[in-house]
């Protein structure tokens, strides 16, 4: 599986030792989207498009990203069987998980870069299985997003989140939501740099060390309880997702600048397909 990496001339690269959850913290505070330079766009000049590390000075412009949502749901006999038997082919992704907390409940992973997916097909397919009952509350939505630094835009924005989360070799997930406060988003562009330097340094040594992997969404307007991201971290064991959350809390983003984090869903995958 590549990794990721963070380069010294500001692109990041895969394929280098830094694996997933060692920028993530930065990703958190770069923009989604951002006013053309080059004359492209639409009315009054916005321009939606991914845009990623300039190639051969010349940026590079993508106009479609990867859409995840995660559902829990229980059911009376409801199995991780029936689960993928129903959504197969439903969505360019499919994840079932064992939830760690309840015995009778399931987290059901989609993914797709059609948003009509969820509700064209992943929809009917869950609703076709009687009895099915989905834990509002455990509901995440989001879009991957560029941060402008990205040395291959396409990777970036779709492929990589999906090997993330279909490597058998890193079955278990903490999937979680998280909104920052107004006051972080005030501060100068030189005070947020040290304070996401702080945090993702962190990440990048459990990255590295192949202990913790993340996915990373924005979810503005998307999220029912007014989040600003949700965040996958995927890894082998499970200790090392929960000790990463343990390390990042003594962050002064994470102690000053997150005015909510959670709930979050642990599981383990025991069902992965995907639909080219």
């Known amino acids: 599986m590549p990794g990721v990496g963070f380069k010294a001339g500001g692109a990041y690269q895969k394929g ?3 694996h997933g959850l060692g920028w993530e913290a930065l990703a958190l505070y770069l923009p ?10 639409g009315a009054g000049g916005l321009d939606l498009r991914e845009r990623g590390a300039a190639i051969d000075g010349a940026p590079q412009y993508l106009d479609h990203r990867l859409f995840m949502q995660l559902l829990v749901v229980q059911g009376p006999g409801l199995t991780a069987e029936a689960l993928g038997h129903s959504l197969a082919g439903s969505a360019r992704a499919v994840v079932v998980y064992e939830d760690v907390n309840d015995p009778f409940s399931f987290g059901v992973l989609t993914a797709s870069t059609q948003p009509s997916t969820f509700v064209d097909a992943v929809r009917p397919a869950l609703r076709s299985l009687t009895g099915l009952v989905i834990k509002n509350e455990m509901t995440m939505f989001g879009r991957a997003y560029s941060t402008g630094y990205e040395a291959d835009l396409e990777y970036w924005m779709v492929r990589r989140p999906l090997e993330t989360v279909l490597n058998p070799a890193w079955p278990w ?9 107004g006051q972080f988003e005030r501060l100068e562009p030189r005070d947020k740099g040290g304070i996401l330097r702080e945090h993702a340094e962190i990440g990048k040594k459990y990255g590295a060390a192949d202990l913790a992997h993340d996915v990373r969404l924005a979810c503005h307007g998307l999220d ?26 003594g962050t002064r983003q994470t102690s000053e600048y997150l005015v909510k984090l959670g709930p979050f869903f642990v599981g383990r995958a025991v069902h992965r397909s995907e639909t080219p």
């Open 32 to 41: 989604a989207m951002s006013q053309s330079e080059d004359g492209a766009g």
């Open 173 to 181: 997930a903490v999937w979680y939501p998280l909104r920052r406060s």
């Open 224 to 249: 029912a309880n007014d989040n600003d991201f949700v965040i996958g971290l995927i890894g082998k064991e499970l200790h090392p997702l929960s000790h990463v959350v343990q390390h990042m809390r």
């Open 16 to 18: 280098s030792v830094c």
